[in-house]
């Protein structure tokens, strides 16, 4: 199961120098078990954007890690690209395993994809079918960039907010992976056109 969708920044200041990451959007499945089970609702609530940001976090190292493990310069991703399918093509990605207790209780896997200055992970369970795992990732991320132009300048991903919600419902609802074959694609294609241009 997938228990957690976030899209956040990784890029660097204009100086070269380390930015904050920010988290631009996140999405949770399920309930994890809480350490504490009469926790007020707020500090669950906080506790919940926390584990979310530490995410955040090591997704933007472990691109970061990658770009410079390749040769890649950082000032390079500052720039929107010319074309949103290339971008996906050249797109970073990486795994990386959460140990127990850092930040959630139980041990997860993240699939992670790094394009341009954004990045989108899926908080998965360590035992889930990674490759089912990666091919949904890219397939969200590959109608995220077609349907609403999220790399393009002046892209304000956080107004779109409830759109995301609907790609994401289409390829993971409730957290689930799909096996998925051309004719299912070709279906939510359609749903999406309609659903989305309203």
Known sequence: MVHAFLINTLSCSTGGTESLCRVLYSQTFGSERSESRNKDPEEERCYR???????????????TLSRQ?????????????????????EADFGVFRL???DPFSESKTVLWLGIQSVGFALVCDPYENLMLA???????????????????????????????EIILNKFLPCGQLLFINHRFVYSIERELNICISK
Do not use: H, T, W
């Not at 954007?49 to 691109?63: G, M, P, Y």
């Open 69 to 89: 493990a390749m040769g890649k310069s950082l000032s390079a991703f500052a720039f929107p690209p010319s074309d949103e399918v290339v971008a996906l093509q």
């Open 134 to 164: 990666e091919n949904s990732l890219k397939m969200i991320v590959r109608y995220l960039l077609e349907y609403l132009r999220l790399l393009s300048q002046g892209s304000d991903i956080m107004l779109k907010a409830d759109k995301i």
């Open 99 to 101: 140990p127990p207790g």
């Open 49 to 63: 954007k926390e584990q979310i940001f530490a995410v955040a976090r090591q997704v933007k190292s472990a691109c």
